[in-house]
Structures are given as structure tokens and as C-alpha cells.
């Protein structure tokens, strides 16, 4: 019997919402890691019962979690990225974890905030720094934005595990094609978020990076200054925004099994950061970005919150979820036609994963 | 120095560090001495507990007693036999 695992990463713990293929009632369980913030739940490839939690605490700092047993119990991972004692960084937050592909499918990727990107090839047990990003020549120049100075994104090629994209806020998308070790700028045709001739090549505040898995070649973000693609690996970005209210927005999220099929959900302004007139919509593109579409069915209207970067996903059996900041979880089964809450109200929603038990 | 018995007692959300324990008991003779073979025993400790550059994290507090560490000129102070350090998040914020 099929059952949809919904994984919430939220400011004061994990939840997890289930639902068997047959039933209409949803089973809730949590909170797991309880009083920490958990930014990402990262399901092991192949294994859905191996779970990683990437955390942090704003007095203790960050941590990693693994489950083996579907998020039931957890045990923290004997090692945790962390600079060099004299690099003058620090770890603030593991913001997201990503397995690698291919012969490195057994990597485990961390990006973290202060913005940088690990490497681990033990499970977890020790963490290396690819230091071409974390000292990367722009390095000095780099800021922040509200949610802090991460390294929220990370994609890595489905056939070439050495070709490694992240999105940084606010810097920009950076790839490597060596597995880490050098990293290129890649945000020629973005908008810069800060209008200034210094800051050559950053300064482009990208809020979520998507890879198509069918064609890595072809990336989209809902960026800062509006929503973009790439069809040649991020060395150019167009802008895609056709049937959009406006620019502004944090997450996207893509169908794993249509390459054509991309949400996002946009905000008013970065100003309000509040969905348009209270109205939560969602909007889905069919034809890879050309034109994008409202969609309402279920969704409040008087609703002013928003949905965080990580918070909007796509199930590997074409379901629709995303949580909002302010605890509310919306679920569609028919690719956003319809839409119905979850039950419960949970701590501020960073993040949304899904996966399928059998 | 004398080695004494003393107790560590730390907050339950750092307990993964420490195989689910939140009290601990150690041989130490100083301070120094003992928050080291805390980390040793419980590397994970070091990340919660200390930055990078080994400064305490700011909303840490440990206290010796009834004293707040961070404000002693060292930790190179001998400990009393059955004395307890305790391991703290502070009440920051509003």
C-alpha cells in the first residue's frame, strides 16, 4: 500500500503528515527535533527510510540529523561543517542537503549560512570545505539578505557529478565543473538586486534555483527581481514572467516528471512580501515558463502570509504541496486544478519535502 | 593538582550530543580541564558550545557554581570536590 510521506521543516521542529493512497484521513506525527530549526529534510535516494535533517539553533548552532527509520528516531551525525578556526566564518545554519549523482551518488552535499558548500563522503561523519566557493576572489564583497548570507540551493548533474550549481543570497548562481574545487560566476541577463557598477558579476539575489533532471542544461529561479531561465547551464538567464502579477517571490518548484511543469507563488513586493490583495495563489506554468497561469480552486482569499524558498514541492507521483509561513499546508493531487488544506497549524514552514512509502 | 569528582548538567535540546545524557560526571581538576574532556568525550559539544575560533557562542552560558563563566580571567581554576557546571541557553530576545 502506497502512503505520501509530507515533511514538514519548521522553526520549532519536523512534522510529518501521511496519508495511505486509499484513505482520505491524514495521519500527523511531530514534532521531531523539537526546538530546533529545521531547514531542510533531505530523503536518501532510493531509501526513503533514511532521512537527513539539516538544523540549527540560534544558541547552539547548526546540526545534522539522520533517521533510519522513516524520521521515527533521529541521531545527530558525528560531524558537522564547520570552518577553519581562523577563516574569520562561521557556521550559522546547514540551510540544505543534496546527495550527489552518478559514481558520487554517496556524497552528501551541505550548504550552509555563512554561505558555503561541504562536502562529505563518509556518511556524514566528517565534512570538507570547498573552499573555491567559501574564499571565492568576490568573496569580501558579499552580503546577505533578510534570511541571512546562505547557500539555500544546490544542484548537482544528474550524469556529470562534477557540474555542481548553488544559488546564494544575495550573490547570485555560481557553478563548478570540476566537482567543487572552482566555481564561475553565472548570472549574466539577471537583474542586479543593488543597482551599482561595483559588485562586478554579484549582487544578483537569487531566492530558489531549480535544475531540470531531464535537461540539466535548462535552470529556472524565482529570483529578487523576477522570475528567470537558462537554457545553457546558467551561462545566460531570460526572463520568463508572462501571466505573473509581478516579479517577486521566493520558492519554485518543478514536476520531476514533466519538464514543462514549473510553480511558483508570488508576493506583492519586496516591500509587503504578502501574497496579492490576501489572495493565495498559486501559479503553474505548462509549457517550461513561456506563460504561467493562476491558480485558486481551495486556496484562501483572505490569507496575508507568505511561502518561504524551500516550502513548494512536487511529489515523484506529480502531487503539489507547499506550507506557508505562517503554518498552513495546502496539498493538490491534480497538479494545482484543486487544492485542499492538511490538517493541523504548525511553527513557521521553511521547508517542504515529499516522498512515497511503500 | 587533585583530580575531583564534579557533575556537568546541560540542556536537554544539546542531549543529541551526548548520547541522550544530560547529566554527566567527570575527574577533572580544573575547569579547563573539564569542559575539555567534555568536548573529547562529546565532540559535538565543541560545535554547540564554541565558534569556530573558539569564543563561547554568545547566547551560551555556563556557569561553575553560581558563577557565570564568561566572566572569569581563566579557566585555569581549581575545582571543589561534587561542585556542578551547568550548561545553559540564555533567556535573550524579547
Redesign the interface.
Known sequence: MNTILVILGTEKGAFFLSKSRNRVEWQEKGPFLKGWKVHDVMVAPEKPLRMYAAMSHFVFGPSIQKSEDGGETWQALTGVPQYEADSGQTINAIWTLVSGSGEASTKLYAGVDEAGLFVSEDDGNSWRELKGLSKHPTRAEWMGGAGGLCCHSVQVHPENPDRIWVGISAVGVLRSDDGGTTWQLKNDGLEKVVESESFEGIVYCVHRLVMDPRNPDRLFQQNHRGVFRSRDGGDSWERIENGLPGTFGFPMAMSPKNSNELYTIPLESDEFRIFPQGQLTVYRSQDGGDSWQPLTSGLPNNIYTGVLRQALTVSDEGSVVFGTSSGQVYFSEDRGENWQPLPGTYPRIYSVTTCTLD | MEKVQVTVCL?Q??A??TGGKTRMYFKAATLKDCLGQLQQAH??MK???F????RQ?P??LIYYGKQDIRWLPNLDIPLEPDSEITIL??V?GG
Do not use: M, N, T
Open positions: 540542556s535540546l544539546i543529541h550530543a565532540p559535538l560545535v554547540h558550545l565558534e569556530e575560533d573558539g557562542r547566547h551560551v541557553q540564555a535573550s
